[in-house]
């Protein structure tokens, strides 16, 4: 069951990762549109860009009441989301290569369909645990890894 302070995290998240999906989005269209850079060079500058969108919003809204400040915890984060974009790469790697599904739509569903989930599953937690250390301790409130008890958790949504 998912309680009211886990579900206005989870609001928060998914919140601030439309936002970053529709940065990382917008900006890479833009790019290989009217900026005629490459693939590559486009979609690592949106991904920059996405991520800077999704850790500004976690820290300023779904987790601001956690003391994660400075570049540690911006390149952590970073390195979360690569993570995450490494199991969307994973599920488009295999429908492609391995089970012979390569047109585009079959790419679509597999990278950015089927591999969302589990990548949103991976950003989920390392964003909660290892970039702003919330943890749930056995009376299910919400804690600072290393740190006391808050008793409340909060988000910027409710």
């Known amino acids: 069951m998912v309680t009211r302070p886990r579900g206005r995290e989870l609001l ?3 919140t601030v990762g439309l936002l970053a999906y529709a940065t990382d989005l917008a900006l890479f269209t833009w790019l290989r549109g009217p900026a005629g850079l490459g693939p590559l060079t486009a979609k690592g500058l949106s991904f920059v860009a996405g991520c800077a969108v999704a850790y500004a919003g976690n820290a300023l809204g779904t987790y601001r009441h956690t003391r994660a400040r400075g570049v540690r915890p911006y390149a952590v984060f970073f ?3 690569l993570a995450g974009a490494l199991v969307q790469l994973l599920c488009l790697t295999v429908s492609h290569y391995c089970l012979g599904f ?5 790419d679509t569903v597999s990278g950015a369909g089927i591999g969302m989930a589990p990548a949103t599953i991976v950003r989920f937690w390392g964003t909660r645990t290892l970039v702003f250390g919330v943890d749930r301790g056995a009376d299910g409130r ?3 890894i290393g740190g ?3 008793g409340r958790f909060g988000s910027w949504t409710g």
Do not use: I, K
């Open 148 to 150: 006391e008890a808050e």
């Open 79 to 81: 390195a979360v989301n």
């Open 12 to 14: 928060g998240f998914a």
């Open 142 to 144: 919400a804690d600072r």
């Open 102 to 106: 390569t047109s585009p739509y079959a």
